[in-house]
């Protein structure tokens, strides 16, 4: 199995942009889809990025993802923040057998 | 609209069973595999099982396997979970999940979430 690490937390101010890195200890990230879930307090988790790049409908453009091959790591982008994006940010990718999420970044807004 | 509603869940007694149900609406049910993530109290989401969407494969995770069963009965758009043997570790809100693409050969994420149910373990 792999594991999916993330970075704890991060801060950044209302209007700004902030990355949220996902990187995968073994095999590649390119070969199975990465996903992003948003969870905010006391929620059920949401769907923010599926199938590495892809927004469900509903969610704004403002959240964007992408891969690096050479860091074996996903990034999940918002811009233009607000107060209201403030929640933990979990990735989630699979192998043939299992899927597994990352710890989860705790993204504050202030 | 596509919604997922689970039942099922409560207090139990370690080493006892519970059946957990996944109602699906809004969407061809019998199309789409289908997962179980669990969160424990303070913790990060856990996947828990899938489902291929015409229930000829089943995936579970190592802490489950042995003792859990997903299943579904796409006559009647519900998924389950059959949790046989329960701990206490396995205390935590159960969430269904629905697949984003059709008749994919392998379920990869969840694109629609349920509003979880509650499990817990004790004595």
């Known amino acids: 199995n792999f594991v999916l690490t993330q970075p704890h937390s991060v801060s950044e101010s209302p209007g700004k942009t902030v990355i949220i890195s996902c990187t995968r200890s073994s095999g590649s990230i390119a070969s199975n889809y990465v996903q992003w879930y948003q969870q905010r307090p006391g929620s059920s988790p949401t769907t923010v990025i599926y199938?590495?790049?892809?927004?469900p409908s509903g969610v704004p453009d403002r959240f964007s993802a992408t891969f690096d091959t050479s860091s074996n790591s996903a990034s999940l982008t918002i811009s233009g923040l607000k107060t209201e994006d403030e929640a933990v940010y979990y990735c989630q990718s699979y192998n043939s057998s299992t899927w597994v999420f990352g710890g989860g970044t705790k993204l504050t807004v202030l | 609209q596509v919604k997922l509603v689970e039942s099922g869940g409560g207090v139990v007694q370690p080493g006892r069973s519970l059946r957990l149900s996944c109602a699906v609406s809004g969407l061809i049910f019998r199309s789409y595999g289908m997962h179980w993530v669990r969160q424990a109290p303070g913790k990060g989401p856990e996947w828990v099982a899938a489902i291929l969407y015409d229930g000829s494969r089943k995936y579970y995770g190592d802490s489950v396997k042995g003792r859990f069963t997903i299943s579904r009965d796409n006559s009647k758009n519900t998924l389950y979970l059959q949790m046989n043997s329960l701990r206490v570790e396995d205390t935590a809100v159960y969430y269904c999940?629905?697949?984003?693409?059709?008749?994919?050969?392998?379920?990869?994420?969840?694109?629609?979430w349920g509003q979880g149910t509650t499990v817990t373990v004790s004595s």
């Open positions: 199938e590495d790049d892809e927004r």
């Open positions: 999940g629905k697949d984003p693409k059709k008749q994919e050969p392998l379920p990869y994420g969840v694109d629609v």
